[in-house]
């Protein structure tokens, strides 16, 4: 079983940038699919950028460009800069992993990040 601790939301001004950090423990990470997911006051949750375990990446149109997602094995951690921060970016941001053997996913708590115009 994995448990997820997301950190690094805050308030930043559009145009601004933050580095999303979620750190994972539980064994066998490496094998995890990675993902950050994003949802807004009054909207549904919604992918924003996923890593597999070999590193193949995808993401939202709506951040393309902007985010990148990376892993770091050996700490346990995943990562996500967004740059060019707009103020629809705003939301809580969840970070979830998923064994793509079993298919059973773990959820963080959330982190808020807050885009001010």
């Known amino acids: 079983q994995a448990q997820l601790a997301e950190s690094g939301g805050g308030l930043v001004q559009a145009g601004g940038s933050l580095r999303l950090s979620c750190a994972a423990s539980?064994?066998?990470?490496?094998?995890?699919?990675m993902a950050w997911y994003r949802q807004a006051p009054e909207k549904q949750r919604e992918l924003v950028e996923r890593?597999?375990?070999?590193?193949?990446?995808d993401y939202a149109d709506s951040v393309k460009g902007r985010g990148t997602i990376t892993r770091d094995n050996a700490k346990n951690t995943v990562y996500l800069q967004m740059n060019s921060l707009k103020p629809e970016d705003t939301a809580v941001y969840y970070c979830?992993?998923?064994?793509?053997?079993?298919?059973?996913?773990?959820w963080g708590q959330g982190t808020q990040v807050t885009v001010s115009s």
């Open positions: 539980g064994r066998r990470f490496s094998i995890y699919v």
């Open positions: 890593i597999s375990s070999s590193g193949t990446t």
């Open positions: 979830s992993a998923r064994n793509p053997l079993l298919g059973n996913a773990y």
